[in-house]
C-alpha cells in the first residue's frame, strides 16, 4: 500500500503563495494520473486540481482555476501544486492522490488509495 506524504504548507497572508510537494513512501507507477484534494475545517474534502501522467492534461476546480498550477517531476516521483493569490478560503488541508480519472465537470475525480497526513494551508485576511 502506497502512502502519501505533504508537505509545503504554512502560513500565509491573502494574495501570498505556497508550493506544496507530495511524495509517495513506496514506488509507485508513473503512469498514475494524480491529484490534490482539500478539506477545510466542518467541510467534506474536495477535488483541486488532477494531472495525467505525463503533465499535458490536467484539471481544475472552479474556485482554483488561473491561480493554482499542478505539476508532476515522474523522475523523482514527486507531485507539485503551486498555489498563487492565496484567498482565506484557501484555508485547509490539502492532500495528494493517486485519481481513478482526472474527472470533468460535475463528475470529480476519485482518489484511489488511503489518505496521507496532509500539509495545513492557513491564510489570513
Known amino acids: 500500500q502506497v502512502q502519501w506524504v505533504e508537505s509545503g504548507g504554512g502560513l500565509v497572508q491573502a494574495g501570498g503563495s505556497l508550493r506544496l510537494s507530495c511524495a509517495a513512501s513506496?514506488?509507485?507507477?508513473?503512469?498514475?494520473?494524480m491529484g490534490w484534494f482539500r478539506q477545510a475545517p466542518g467541510k467534506e474534502r474536495e477535488f483541486v486540481a488532477t494531472?495525467?501522467?505525463?503533465?499535458?492534461?490536467?484539471y481544475y476546480a472552479d474556485s482554483v482555476k488561473g491561480r493554482f498550477t499542478i505539476s508532476r517531476d515522474n523522475t523523482q516521483n514527486m507531485v507539485y501544486l503551486q498555489m498563487n493569490s492565496l484567498k482565506p478560503e484557501d484555508t485547509a488541508v490539502y492532500y495528494c492522490?493517486?485519481?481513478?480519472?482526472?474527472?470533468?465537470?460535475?463528475?470529480?475525480?476519485?482518489?484511489?488509495?488511503?489518505w496521507g497526513q496532509g500539509t495545513q494551508v492557513t491564510v489570513s485576511s
Open positions: 494531472i495525467n501522467w505525463n503533465g499535458g492534461t490536467t
Open positions: 513506496g514506488r509507485i507507477s508513473s503512469a498514475n494520473p
Open positions: 492522490n493517486r485519481v481513478l480519472t482526472l474527472g470533468v465537470p460535475g463528475i470529480p475525480p476519485t482518489p484511489s488509495d488511503s
